[in-house]
């Protein structure tokens, strides 16, 4: 039953992290992302999955997707049609998989974030539709696939599994939300493991939606920088497998890390602009501190959402020099948006991703694009490479609409 | 553990806005007539069951974030505002945290249709005005704004089935105090994309749009009231489950049949698309309402409104308990099960 929960333990479980798969512009899989993240390279470059001659803006960061998925259990006309963004889910969810070493089981949930769906599906149908308005060959797949759940479904398929399936779609937060909802059915003992993630593939739509925002950079995305002009768009998955502390235990999983706080708040000031002091963002953090019982100054390093953008930046860097308080001067802050764009529903969980790498392997991602950084950031904003003892990460993301949440990952030693 | 409790319902459908005009419409039983949809390039439209203009028209609707908007958020704000009821105050004041969930499958197509045209016609001229309110949580966010609540709001995307698991993220919510009380909103909107699309898997179907909305409370199972007694497992189309698989699981999840008790089905009850759901009730020896027969297929409103009227005839004390029937579309077989519990003593 979904509902009412089977007894609640008496206090909640810890969760943790025993796989985690990503794919981002930077490459497929943990070493080609954390080579990359960790010397900050950039991988905008000019779009070629559409035509952009008329848009203001040409880059993007590209995904290269492989030539064949990971052997799967998708029939080949099931893997025929997975859209862009159902390889890449797979492809994300496959690397956690063989990480964690798991086996199906009937029953086990899956949580998915994103934006689009299947949304170049959908462009294609209603670009049939309109321009060939009785030519109905294509359309009913069309249908059935642009939807997100069906890429969830395609996951279950693969793995062999009946899920449930869940689909958060809280924009730029949807990757962040879904792991935080599975970390909370999690440790109030709703399951005893869960597959949770984000992903988001370009499209034009989209991309003619930010372009027309004119919330593209036509430079460089540089977060947190003077010049700061705007956002550069990616695309990319990363999924999460996630275990209560006695399940992993029982099995002896070797643990990547573990998530100790989640927090969420909703701001209402605008659809599409943050509150300009970032107090929704600011109530995030401190929610996540509150559940994970962590101080500010406890947290090493934050990955701040950091689009780019002059009004998410200026609010978010407000937020962050309120929470950190004293010790804000002493915090590490980037954005790894300067190196693999923004990757919208993907965003939060990748991100989470950097964290765990960060962790794992003591060191912080620096934004290569900056070079001034805004007085505002009265934290550190970092723009080299560095080795640091890494115990505590905080990532931050938010979405339009409102949505902000905040996920704290502790190292496990 | 307290338990979770409808405290009360909001509609807008083809019958009219409000669950007064929901519950005179299912009690006609005559399906609503239907519109003609025009259709761009064809001659013949489509039809659907459209959402009347509301006489007059509701102040609501002069907050500054519902101008411009899709209308499935005027219909997920107006069915919010009326389950939500009295308690608005306590939201605005700060003194209630609403946790705020919006389920839809389409989301805001109206907007997203007019934003691709524009794009497909030239991407330099594409409107800065329409891409906001194509994003999945445009109506969440415009609700959140509309109520005044900064607790936990989002937006869950499905087949129909997500109005339930909504619920049961929101009685989770509720017994993890994430918030002080929850609004669960099924919500769509009509578009000649939509219809057209449902055309090409059952033909029989009428498009139709609108929100429903149920509003939960914590509370004491001695106060009574309309309590939300079980959700099911969301049992998914994956891994080889059928239809009828999937509907066998989900009863087995439900209390035996009981010649008193209600079941709302999502089939209709005539057609080959619910057949499955059907025979998965044959052995029903209560009574039973097929929302769609008379309102259309409004895809997640719809299985919202099968929860409105389950929670209005146990509200009104017409009936003591209700099941309620979802087979998706495209994802899941979910079932929901309320019940009216008796006040025993002061809590």
Request: aromatic content about 6%; hydrophobic content about 40%.
């Amino acid at each position: 039953m979904l509902f009412p929960p089977l007894e609640s333990p008496r206090e909640p479980l810890r969760v943790v992290i025993t796989g985690a798969g990503v794919v981002t512009p930077l490459g497929l899989g943990w070493h080609a992302n954390a080579e990359g993240f960790r010397r900050g390279r950039s991988s905008v470059r000019p779009v070629t999955l559409f035509e952009v001659a008329r848009q203001r803006v040409k880059t993007a960061a590209e995904v290269d997707l492989p030539e064949a998925l990971p052997r799967s259990n998708l029939s080949p006309r099931q893997a025929g049609r997975l859209d862009r963004a159902g390889k890449l889910l797979l492809l994300a969810a496959h690397e956690a998989w063989r990480q964690a070493g798991w086996e199906p089981s009937e029953q086990l949930p899956v949580v998915l974030g994103t934006t689009g769906g299947g949304m170049s599906l959908g462009q294609d149908y209603y670009r049939q539709a309109l321009q060939d308005p009785f030519r109905q060959r294509g359309q009913p797949r069309r249908i059935v696939h642009y939807q997100a759940q069906r890429q969830g479904l395609d996951l279950c398929d693969d793995f062999g599994f009946r899920g449930p399936v869940t689909i958060i779609a809280n924009a730029c937060a949807s990757g962040a939300n879904a792991i935080g909802h599975a970390w909370e059915l999690l440790r109030r003992g709703g399951a005893e493991r869960a597959l949770a993630g984000g992903y988001d593939a370009l499209c034009q739509l989209i991309f003619a939606g930010f372009d027309s925002l004119q919330a593209l950079s036509p430079t460089l995305c540089r977060p947190f920088d003077t010049d700061r002009d705007g956002l550069s768009l990616g695309e990319g998955a990363a999924v999460l497998t996630l275990e209560t502390l006695p399940y992993a235990s029982r099995r002896g999983a070797e643990i990547l890390g573990e998530i100790i706080g989640y927090g969420t708040a909703n701001d209402t000031h605008h659809l599409t602009q943050p509150q300009p002091d970032g107090d929704a963002a600011l109530a995030a953090m401190t929610a996540a501190c509150a559940t994970a019982r962590v101080t500010p100054d406890q947290v090493d390093y934050l990955n701040a959402h950091g689009t780019g953008t002059p009004l998410n930046d200026h609010a978010e860097a407000l937020a962050i020099n309120r929470w950190a308080g004293a010790s804000t001067h002493r915090l590490r802050v980037s954005s790894t948006k300067a190196c693999i764009g923004h990757l919208l529903g993907a965003a939060g969980a990748v991100e989470t991703v950097v964290c765990l790498m960060a962790l794992r392997e003591q060191w912080l991602p620096p934004e290569t694009t900056l070079t001034t950084a805004d007085p505002i950031c009265r934290f550190e904003v970092l723009r080299v490479p560095v080795e640091a003892r890494v115990e505590v990460t905080l990532t931050n993301s938010f979405g339009f609409g409102g949505a902000n949440a905040a996920l704290l990952l502790r190292r496990w030693a | 553990m307290s338990r979770i409790f409808v405290r009360g319902v909001g509609a807008v459908s083809p019958a009219g806005w409000g669950v007064s005009s929901l519950r005179s419409a299912l009690e006609r039983r005559h399906p609503l007539p239907a519109q003609p949809l025009p259709r761009p390039g064809r001659v013949q439209p489509h039809w659907a069951r459209a959402v009347p203009q509301p006489q007059p028209r509701p102040d609501f609707l002069r907050h500054a974030r519902l101008r411009r908007c899709s209308p499935i958020t005027h219909y997920a704000v107006a069915a919010a505002l009326e389950a939500i009821g009295d308690d608005l105050a306590s939201v605005q004041e700060g003194c209630l945290r609403l946790g705020i969930l919006v389920c839809t499958m389409a989301g805001c197509v109206n907007y997203s249709r007019r934003f691709w045209e524009e794009t497909l016609r030239d991407p330099a001229t594409a409107s800065p005005v329409l891409f906001p309110e194509t994003v999945f949580n445009a109506p969440a966010s415009h609700v959140a704004a509309c109520l005044g609540s900064t607790a936990a709001s989002h937006t869950l995307v499905g087949d129909e089935g997500v109005f339930l698991q909504g619920l049961a993220v929101g009685a989770n919510w509720l017994l993890g105090r994430r918030a002080d009380a929850c609004v669960v909103i099924g919500a769509g909107e009509v578009d000649w994309v939509v219809a057209e699309a449902l055309h090409l898997f059952d033909r029989q179907a009428i498009h139709s749009d609108g929100a429903g909305a149920v509003y939960l409370l914590p509370g004491d199972p001695r106060a009574g009231g309309v309590e939300l007694a079980g959700i099911t497992d969301a049992h998914s189309l994956a891994a080889g489950q059928t239809r009828g698989g999937a509907l066998r699981r989900m009863r087995s999840e439900l209390p035996a049949p009981s010649p008193t008790e209600v079941l709302f089905l999502s089939a209709t009850t005539a057609g080959r698309y619910g057949a499955a759901e059907r025979g998965a009730w044959t052995d029903w020896t209560g009574p039973r309402v097929a929302t769609k027969d008379v309102l259309g297929e409004a895809f997640v409103a719809s299985s919202a409104w099968q929860c409105v009227a389950a929670c209005d005839g146990l509200l009104r004390r017409e009936f003591t308990a209700a099941t309620v029937s979802v087979m998706g579309s495209t994802q899941q077989a979910i079932g929901a099960r309320f019940v009216l519990s008796p006040r025993t003593s002061t809590p």
